[in-house]
């Protein structure tokens, strides 16, 4: 889930789904890729698999700094981040409840066949699995919210027990402003799970994509452009540049 942009579009595709309607379009201008469900902008790429979203750049700096080979993908979207970490020979794995989303995100995304795909709840994958990785991010969204299941005590605790000894959690989080309150509230309760907690974000600017982390993550700095698209990359660099690491109360 990112902030909503203005183009002018023509669209690809529309696609009916119990989570809202699926519209992929393309930018007459640059070419990008466009998914949006419900209403809401969910993910944008340059059309050759390389996010347009200054979040998705910034999880994969922190992902590839991690020094991950093994990444759980929890929410999919357009599946861009996908499709840029197996780009990077990382083996990821994806969950949606979404039956429309693996579909999405390998005509449209780049997402390769070879990655698999898990459409269930992210919460029940969990649950029911045993494979650990080295890290997990949770980008899952209904509409504005994430799913209020998937930020519980039980939830991150599950999340635990699948990372390795040195993984890492990595939440997208969206703020309307600062007077938006939820990136405090969910690290409050990954901090009852989770000895190192950290926040990334850029206070002051409205619609934002906060990240929060933890597990393994006190050697992580901040983000740079580790993969760079075929437009907009300056404005992405410039936009990370602006994201630091913010204390907790």
Same mark, same amino acid.
């Given at each position: 889930?990112?902030?909503?942009?203005?183009?002018?579009?023509?669209?690809?595709?529309?696609?009916?789904?119990?989570?809202?309607?699926?519209?992929?379009?393309?930018?007459?201008?640059?070419? /990008?890729?466009?998914?949006?469900?419900?209403?809401?902008?969910?993910?944008?790429?340059?059309?050759?698999?390389?996010?347009?979203?200054?979040?998705?750049?910034?999880?994969?700096?922190?992902?590839?700094? /991690?020094?991950?080979?093994?990444?759980?993908?929890?929410?999919?979207?357009?599946?861009?981040?996908?499709?840029?970490?197996?780009?990077?020979?990382?083996?990821?794995?994806?969950?949606?409840?979404?039956?429309?989303?693996?579909?999405?995100?390998?005509?449209?995304?780049?997402?390769?066949?070879?990655?698999?795909?898990?459409?269930?709840?992210?919460?029940?994958?969990?649950?029911?699995?045993?494979?650990?990785?080295?890290?997990?991010?949770?980008?899952?969204?209904?509409?504005?919210?994430?799913?209020?299941?998937?930020?519980?005590?039980?939830?991150?605790?599950? /999340?635990? %027990?699948?990372?390795?000894?040195?993984?890492?959690?990595?939440?997208?989080?969206?703020?309307?402003?600062?007077?938006?309150?939820?990136?405090?509230?969910?690290?409050?309760?990954?901090?009852?799970?989770?000895?190192?907690?950290?926040?990334?974000?850029?206070?002051?600017?409205?619609?934002?994509?906060?990240?929060?982390?933890?597990?393994?993550?006190?050697?992580?700095?901040?983000?740079?452009?580790?993969?760079?698209?075929?437009? /907009? %990359?300056?404005?992405?660099?410039?936009?990370?540049?602006?994201?630091?690491?913010?204390?907790?109360?």
């Amino acid at each position: 889930m990112t902030a909503k942009k203005v183009l002018r579009v023509s669209f690809l595709e529309r696609i009916d789904s119990a989570w809202g309607e699926i519209t992929i379009a393309m930018a007459a201008k640059t070419g /990008a890729i466009i998914y949006a469900q419900g209403g809401c902008h969910q993910s944008e790429s340059d059309g050759r698999g390389v996010s347009l979203s200054s979040y998705i750049h910034a999880i994969h700096s922190l992902v590839r700094q /991690a020094g991950a080979r093994s990444v759980l993908m929890i929410g999919c979207g357009g599946g861009v981040l996908g499709t840029m970490l197996s780009a990077d020979g990382v083996a990821v794995t994806m969950v949606d409840i979404n039956p429309a989303s693996p579909y999405v995100a390998r005509r449209y995304f780049g997402l390769p066949d070879s990655v698999p795909f898990h459409v269930e709840d992210g919460a029940a994958y969990l649950a029911r699995g045993r494979s650990k990785f080295d890290a997990i991010v949770l980008d899952a969204y209904h509409a504005s919210e994430i799913p209020e299941h998937l930020t519980t005590p039980a939830f991150f605790e599950s /999340a635990a %027990a699948r990372l390795t000894k040195k993984g890492a959690l990595l939440v997208n989080v969206f703020l309307q402003d600062d007077a938006d309150r939820d990136a405090q509230t969910i690290a409050r309760t990954l901090r009852g799970v989770f000895p190192e907690v950290r926040l990334l974000d850029e206070p002051g600017a409205r619609e934002r994509n906060a990240i929060l982390m933890a597990g393994h993550v006190a050697p992580l700095a901040r983000p740079w452009l580790t993969m760079r698209p075929r437009t /907009a %990359a300056e404005d992405i660099r410039a936009e990370l540049k602006r994201l630091d690491f913010q204390r907790l109360p």
